[in-house]
């Protein structure tokens, strides 16, 4: 099974800022199947990323995707307010799919 | 409104057993794969099952082979989870998610609901 550790735990951001979140897997992930996902409280997660860098419908373009083998990224440009969130990498290349344990964005 | 929609969840002693459902709109149900993904408390989040979009295929976690039942309704719009021999393990928040593809299985999810809670405790 595929280990996704994902870091950091906890980033503390303003506005305005750019947040950069890391996933790195225990082997390589398979070919670009590595998703990302954001959850707020009490809400349904939502799709941002599949395919390492392809945004899904009706994400706006301050999030993008890098990376490839055990490492990856998520990067947000500008967060607005609505961006802060629990964030989710999961990895579909290799049975049984995994996730991360998240990255929580706070505002700071 | 493209929407999912679980519905079942509450306290149910170890031992016994549950229905979970989850109620889709707003798209072709029949067109996609479905998935049951689970949160435990302070944990992330775990894959449980997925059934194809027109059943050719179900498969499931390790955790809840042989316990755990997904089927589905076309005529209802409507994916299920039978959850029998209930552990204090299998307490989370149960969330469906629709597979990311159409008429095939990506393995990712584009649409989920908001979770049901079911907490497994005498």
């Known amino acids: 099974e595929i280990v996704l550790t994902q870091s950091p735990g906890t980033l503390s951001l303003s506005p305005g800022e750019r947040a950069t979140l890391s996933c790195r897997a225990s082997q390589n992930v398979n070919s670009i199947y590595l998703a990302w996902y954001q959850h707020k409280p009490g809400q349904a997660p939502r799709l941002l990323l599949y395919?390492?860098?392809s945004r899904a419908t009706g994400i706006p373009d301050r999030f993008s995707g890098s990376g490839s083998g055990t490492d990856f990224t998520l990067t947000i440009n500008r967060l607005e307010p609505e961006d802060f969130a629990v964030y989710y990498c999961q990895q579909y290349g290799s049975s049984p799919l995994t996730f991360g344990q998240g990255t929580q964005v706070d505002i700071k | 409104q493209v929407q999912l929609v679980e519905s079942g969840g509450g306290v149910v002693q170890p031992g016994r057993s549950l229905r979970l459902s989850c109620a889709a709109s707003g798209f072709s149900f029949s067109n996609y794969g479905m998935h049951w993904v689970r949160q435990a408390p302070g944990k992330g989040l775990e894959w449980v099952a997925v059934i194809f979009h027109d059943e050719s295929n179900i498969y499931y976690a390790d955790s809840v082979k042989g316990r755990f039942t997904i089927s589905r309704d076309t005529s209802k719009n409507t994916l299920y989870l039978q959850m029998n021999s209930l552990r204090a393990e299998d307490t989370a928040v149960y969330y469906c998610a629709r597979d990311g593809a159409v008429a095939h299985i990506y393995w990712y999810f584009d649409l989920w609901g908001r979770g049901t809670l079911v907490t497994v405790s005498s």
């Open positions: 395919g390492v860098s």
